[in-house]
């Protein structure tokens, strides 16, 4: 027999071998991903993103776009209300449209007053200008905060006036005095004023009686006619047909219209009593003048003498 030829050992079977593939335990690296270079962003973009932002930045936007769409929202948050009544969310009232002079009448029982705060607060075309502030009641009593007040108001530019708060039971002439003792009003301020709101217990022609005694008295002294402020019903019920020669100051709150006729001699309408105005902590009666700016400096006090 032919020697035995031994069998050729089997040929190496070939692998791929893959980047550290080889190596126990390690995932084979990720293919790495062809990214493709942004191109620049063309000069027509440019210029279009540069003029947006020129818009967005520039007072125009703010001044006459923000303002329009404001206008636009309170246009709509008033469909259906009256549009001579608007309210003034700033103020938390609504205020009549057809005046454009404002102001509020304070005494002690708003505490202390930051006038300059409520001189700087303004909605659209709403600001307080003048300000009424009680000095005296009856024959004794003084306002605590009046000097302050009196005092304060004036130097942050609100026009001022001072008014009495009468007693029908008390003597008129002496109340007057007492007043005017009181109050030293000057040039450019606003009238006396005489609040009269209860009988007190006094017959209606008493009380006309005293009060004008109280009006004639500050009429002679100071060579100012004094105003009356009251409430609409007292005034129809009691003063109506009596003191027609005095401008009115009237109170008749929440209507968009003060109901008197068209012949009542009136300057003032406090239209509200729960004003939130800044630097003052509690409610304030808002007021509105009957006339504009012309008619405004004409009632102020042109030139007192000493009395």
């Known amino acids: 027999m032919p020697p035995l030829v031994p069998p050729k050992p089997p040929a190496p079977r070939k692998t791929t071998r893959t980047a550290k593939s080889a190596i126990p335990g390690k995932r084979p690296a990720a293919k790495r991903k062809v990214t493709k270079k942004k191109k620049p962003l063309a000069m027509e973009w440019k210029i279009a993103i540069a003029g947006l932002l020129l818009v967005l930045l520039s007072p125009f936007y703010y001044g006459y776009v923000i303002k329009g769409?404001?206008?636009?929202?309170?246009?709509?948050?008033?469909?259906?209300?009256?549009?001579?009544?608007?309210?003034?969310?700033?103020?938390?009232?609504?205020?009549?449209?057809?005046?454009?002079?404002?102001?509020?009448?304070?005494?002690?029982?708003?505490?202390?007053?930051?006038?300059?705060?409520?001189?700087?607060?303004?909605?659209?075309?709403?600001?307080?200008?003048?300000?009424?502030?009680?000095?005296?009641?009856?024959?004794?009593?003084?306002?605590?905060?009046?000097?302050?007040?009196?005092?304060?108001?004036?130097?942050?530019?609100?026009?001022?006036?001072?008014?009495?708060?009468?007693?029908?039971?008390?003597?008129?002439?002496?109340?007057?005095?007492?007043?005017?003792?009181?109050?030293?009003?000057?040039?450019?301020?606003?009238?006396?004023?005489?609040?009269?709101?209860?009988?007190?217990?006094?017959?209606?022609?008493?009380?006309?009686?005293?009060?004008?005694?109280?009006?004639?008295?500050?009429?002679?002294?100071?060579?100012?006619?004094?105003?009356?402020?009251?409430?609409?019903?007292?005034?129809?019920?009691?003063?109506?047909?009596h003191f027609d020669e005095y401008p009115l100051w009237i109170a008749h709150y929440h209507q968009a219209k003060l109901k008197v006729s068209s012949d009542t001699n009136w300057s003032f309408w406090q239209h509200s009593d729960k004003a939130r105005i800044t630097g003052i902590n509690h409610v304030v009666d808002f007021n509105a003048f009957n006339g504009d700016s012309t008619a405004f400096e004409r009632l102020r006090i042109p030139r007192i003498l000493s009395y």
């Open 69 to 241: 769409f404001t206008s636009t929202w309170r246009w709509i948050k008033d469909w259906g209300q009256d549009p001579n009544y608007r309210t003034y969310s700033s103020f938390d009232i609504r205020i009549p449209k057809k005046y454009s002079i404002h102001g509020i009448d304070v005494s002690y029982y708003q505490g202390k007053i930051d006038w300059k705060k409520v001189r700087a607060m303004k909605e659209d075309e709403v600001q307080v200008k003048f300000a009424f502030i009680k000095a005296t009641e009856g024959i004794l009593s003084v306002d605590p905060y009046f000097q302050r007040n009196w005092r304060e108001a004036a130097k942050a530019g609100i026009i001022c006036g001072a008014y009495h708060f009468f007693r029908p039971q008390k003597s008129g002439e002496w109340q007057a005095k007492f007043f005017l003792q009181t109050v030293k009003f000057e040039e450019g301020d606003l009238p006396p004023v005489v609040d009269i709101e209860q009988l007190n217990g006094v017959a209606p022609a008493n009380m006309r009686k005293e009060l004008q005694e109280f009006i004639s008295y500050v009429e002679k002294r100071t060579k100012v006619k004094p105003m009356i402020y009251s409430g609409l019903t007292f005034y129809k019920d009691y003063l109506k047909g």
